[in-house]
């Protein structure tokens, strides 16, 4: 699968430099390079990329208002560029893959190419199995039924407890008591009803672990407990907010809203 690319940067140079970088990774296509923020907005508008390298600084729209301005359409995969540390936890929050210091290191470069390939690799094998579960409902819908049957019978498979590893200290989760997750490019945090706890792991895998019965994404960066779940409250543009068992509020993207729709009888 080819990869198409575009990369952003103010620095002629630095483009320069990564497009080297990149030209041994044989399934990298980059189909553009952008100088600035609002160039960058409207090339991913209109191209529709799977990855970005983006850098950070940048007069104008910096890499994180690119970001906000191309969330209306269905947005490419992200690494940041950045010669400054302290951008590093702004990135995971923007759902960065990974964040490169300049000068971009060839084995880093290496690593966030591989975590490009499984993300799109999972994001392909979702879509095509949605699409297979939506022709057989339609052609064969007691053969979907075994299949949703099936599911049922492979519950036992989820994770009931969690390990999780923080601040030097290990903590057993017990799944039910999870109320919502939050991505953080390769962070999850976990928020019970009395703690908040930092996973090193991606959303995707964490996804993989949990009953999708119970744990639903919501949001590009949001997993919800539907059990904790106590209203639903309408908000503008087809969107909408859960009010959980907390008090807390977590944002329903339209791209989620099928999963509002239970809760509407």
């Known amino acids: 699968m080819t990869i198409r690319t575009i ?6 140079l630095a483009i320069q ?3 080297l970088r990149l030209e041994p990774f044989e399934d990298i296509e980059v189909i553009a390079t952008c100088s600035n923020g609002r160039e960058a907005i409207r090339t991913i508008k209109t191209e529709k990329p799977d990855l970005v390298f983006l850098d950070i600084q940048m007069p104008g729209f910096d890499g994180f208002g690119v970001v906000k301005g191309v969330m209306e359409i269905e947005p490419p995969l992200f690494v940041f560029v950045t010669a400054y540390e302290e951008h590093a936890i702004r990135a995971f929050e923007a759902n960065a893959v990974n964040y490169l210091m300049k000068p971009v290191d060839p084995d880093k470069l ?7 390939r499984q993300r799109l690799a999972e994001k392909k094998s979702a879509e095509e199995a949605d699409k297979l579960m939506s022709v057989l409902a339609e ?3 007691d053969k979907a039924e075994e299949f949703s049957a099936a599911d049922g019978e492979a519950s036992d498979r ?3 407890l969690i390990n ?3 601040r030097g200290q290990i903590f057993r989760v017990d799944v039910d008591t999870i109320e919502r997750i939050e991505a953080a490019g390769d962070y999850m945090c976990i928020y019970t009803a009395d703690n908040s706890l930092i996973l090193r792991e991606t959303m995707k895998d964490l996804e993989r672990r949990l009953d999708p019965r119970v744990f639903q994404r919501v949001h590009r960066s949001w997993i919800v407990n539907l059990n ?6 309408p908000h503008t543009n087809g969107e909408c907010f ?4 907390s008090g807390a509020e977590v944002k329903v993207s339209r791209s989620y809203r099928d999963v509002v729709a239970r809760f509407v009888h």
């Open 7 to 12: 990369l952003v940067d103010d620095e002629k």
């Open 17 to 19: 430099g990564l497009q």
């Open 110 to 116: 290496a690593d966030t190419i591989e975590r490009v």
């Open 139 to 141: 052609v064969a819908p």
């Open 158 to 160: 989820f994770e009931k």
């Open 164 to 166: 999780v590893k923080d």
């Open 228 to 233: 904790l779940v106590r209203q639903v409250r």
């Open 242 to 245: 859960l009010v959980l068992e």
